[in-house]
């Protein structure tokens, strides 16, 4: 039997605590050519708390850099983006993504690369990732932004991580020819234009 000390020490921890916190982190999966620019657009944003390089849509057991490369498996490169919802929120996530991450006007390449494993689409995790993907792309094609038309699409599938030698791979390779001439432009541009989101 509890004393009447530690009952009433459980029952002000119970009132103290939420029934239903709001969960401390939530997941995107995003696609928009080589995951090596978008993993390091998005380790540069303020409430993000890990970033994945991996592969989505297409079956887990041809998700491998060999078999992608084919452009016979359905998977985008695509990165997967642990983030802090009371930081940053998916529609700033989906902002950067469009506005510096790349280009959402090119079909089936991103600068160099070319093919469907560097589309751009946003793979959504839950309905209202959903809701949230579809009132995004609406907005941007009706702001004119763009000459071209936007052809980001909205897909599902589950995500694999890519290989240990693609991950972190700007980072252990700050000098390499394609990170300096395709990527470190990106992370700069989102420092300039999202300056209260970038963080070094």
Known sequence: MLS???????AALALATPATAAPARETAVLAGGCFWGMEEV????????????????????DANYAAVSTERTGHAEAVRITYDPKLISYGQLLAI?????????????QGP?????????IFPQD???VAAARAFLASLKASGRYRQPVV???ESGSFTPAEAAHQDFARR???HPYIVANDHPKVAALKRRYPALYHG
Do not use: K
């Open 4 to 10: 009447p000390v530690r009952a009433a020490a459980l």
């Open 42 to 61: 998005f380790e540069h944003v303020r409430g993000v708390t890990d970033v994945v390089s991996g592969y989505a849509g297409g079956a887990s057991a």
């Open 97 to 109: 993504y469009a506005g510096v991450a790349h280009d959402p006007t090119q079909l089936n390449r």
């Open 113 to 121: 690369d070319e093919g469907p494993s560097y589309r751009s689409a």
């Open 127 to 129: 309905a209202r990732q």
């Open 152 to 154: 980001t699409r909205i």
């Open 173 to 175: 390779n700050p000098n």
